[in-house]
């Protein structure tokens, strides 16, 4: 009897254990799902960028246009440094993206410490939803705000240049101004979202350390520096580090939207993105864009790779791996 009960208390926790496992699979389903048809599945399409695409008439599926198109080894890529400007390209996306981790970590964190200092918290609500909404705009929609202020012939600008008597800057024929636009703008829209992972993390902090400091004469400088720096370092440098993943990426609605695509501004707002768009609606070949693409996210993985191997050694437990 007691074998029979012991086989029995066996087979019924082994039937909890498998209905566990269905019940947790069950919610990790849709996830890995999605994972595999709009991740996995896609990079099907990295061979694209070794072959000249075309598009066969009598069955023109996907499967069958990659797999009897005619390879071409790395002539797809050759295309993005065929340009007399291509190192004013990769120079303006580097250097904007340079500017845009710099100062997005720097304000982002700033904004962060000042939101969790204030003690009113409708007041911090408040702030908190004034910085982050402009992240659900569209570049499309701010383009036309700031059209509105720079329009040449009725833009709010325009009207307060003519009406103080000031030469009247012509804003979309003229690309000095351009790089502090973009700058600007980019910061405007993006730092709220970073403001509120920073307050996240911020708001986690156990408040007795800033008690502690207190007790001990800290001020409130010194608390941020000893208490609230220390703690954020580990989401810094993560953040940081994806962020260098994509340091050879171009926001395509900023620098295409924003200016207006006009023409005399690409000395400082053509970068590769907008440049890859310009050579596909022209010469509309697949293998091209893909390739570009193909090159960005190898760039990109590579300097993750770099960035974290630094981090590691000099500190470990900041690392992504």
Same mark, same amino acid.
């Given at each position: 009897?007691?074998? !029979?009960?012991?086989?029995?208390?066996?087979?019924?926790?082994?039937?909890?254990?498998?209905?566990?496992?269905?019940?947790?699979?069950?919610?990790?389903? @849709?996830?890995?799902?999605?994972?595999?048809?709009?991740?996995?599945? #896609?990079?099907?399409?990295?061979?694209?960028?070794?072959?000249?695409?075309?598009?066969?008439?009598?069955?023109?599926?996907?499967?069958?246009?990659?797999?009897?198109?005619?390879?071409?080894?790395?002539?797809?890529?050759?295309?993005?440094?065929?340009?007399?400007?291509?190192?004013?390209?990769?120079?303006? &996306?580097?250097?904007?993206?340079?500017?845009?981790?710099?100062?997005?970590?720097?304000?982002?964190?700033?904004?962060?410490?000042?939101?969790?200092?204030? &003690?009113?918290?409708? !007041?911090?609500?408040?702030?908190?939803?004034?910085?982050?909404? #402009?992240?659900?705009?569209?570049?499309?929609?701010?383009?036309?705000?700031?059209?509105?202020?720079?329009?040449?012939?009725?833009?709010?600008?325009?009207?307060?240049?003519?009406?103080?008597?000031?030469?009247?800057?012509?804003?979309?024929?003229?690309?000095?101004?351009? @790089?502090?636009?973009?700058?600007?703008?980019?910061?405007?829209?993006? &730092?709220?979202?970073?403001?509120?992972?920073?307050?996240?993390?911020?708001?986690?902090?156990?408040?007795?350390?800033?008690?502690?400091?207190?007790?001990?004469?800290?001020?409130?400088?010194?608390?941020?520096?000893?208490?609230?720096? #220390?703690?954020?370092?580990?989401? !810094?440098?993560?953040?940081?580090?994806?962020?260098?993943?994509?340091?050879?990426?171009?926001?395509?609605?900023?620098?295409?939207?924003?200016?207006?695509?006009?023409?005399?501004?690409?000395?400082? &707002?053509?970068?590769?993105?907008?440049?890859?768009?310009?050579?596909?609606?022209?010469?509309?070949?697949?293998?091209?864009?893909?390739?570009?693409?193909?090159?960005?996210?190898?760039?990109?993985?590579?300097?993750?790779?770099?960035?974290?191997?630094?981090?590691?050694?000099?500190?470990?437990?900041?690392?992504?791996?």
């Amino acid at each position: 009897m007691d074998k !029979i009960k012991t086989r029995r208390k066996k087979a019924s926790q082994g039937y909890a254990n498998r209905r566990k496992t269905v019940l947790l699979l069950s919610m990790v389903l @849709p996830g890995a799902i999605w994972l595999l048809f709009l991740r996995y599945l #896609p990079m099907f399409g990295i061979l694209i960028a070794f072959k000249d695409y075309k598009v066969y008439t009598k069955a023109p599926s996907l499967l069958n246009n990659v797999l009897h198109s005619a390879w071409s080894g790395l002539q797809n890529f050759r295309f993005l440094f065929a340009t007399s400007d291509a190192l004013k390209i990769i120079r303006n &996306t580097l250097v904007y993206n340079v500017i845009f981790i710099v100062l997005g970590l720097v304000l982002s964190v700033a904004f962060a410490i000042m939101l969790n200092e204030i &003690t009113k918290k409708y !007041i911090a609500k408040t702030y908190q939803t004034l910085m982050f909404f #402009p992240y659900f705009m569209s570049w499309v929609v701010a383009s036309y705000f700031l059209l509105a202020f720079l329009d040449p012939t009725s833009g709010l600008i325009t009207q307060l240049q003519k009406g103080l008597g000031l030469e009247v800057i012509n804003w979309y024929g003229d690309a000095r101004p351009w @790089p502090l636009i973009l700058v600007v703008a980019n910061v405007w829209k993006n &730092t709220g979202y970073s403001t509120i992972l920073y307050l996240a993390a911020i708001t986690g902090i156990d408040k007795s350390q800033y008690e502690a400091a207190s007790i001990d004469g800290a001020t409130k400088l010194q608390q941020i520096r000893y208490v609230t720096l #220390p703690h954020l370092r580990t989401m !810094i440098i993560v953040l940081f580090i994806m962020n260098i993943g994509k340091i050879i990426n171009a926001d395509f609605g900023l620098f295409f939207s924003l200016p207006m695509d006009s023409g005399p501004l690409y000395s400082a &707002t053509q970068v590769i993105d907008t440049y890859i768009y310009k050579v596909m609606a022209t010469v509309q070949n697949m293998g091209m864009s893909t390739a570009a693409g193909l090159l960005q996210q190898l760039v990109g993985f590579t300097c993750i790779i770099i960035a974290n191997t630094i981090v590691r050694k000099v500190d470990p437990d900041s690392s992504l791996f």
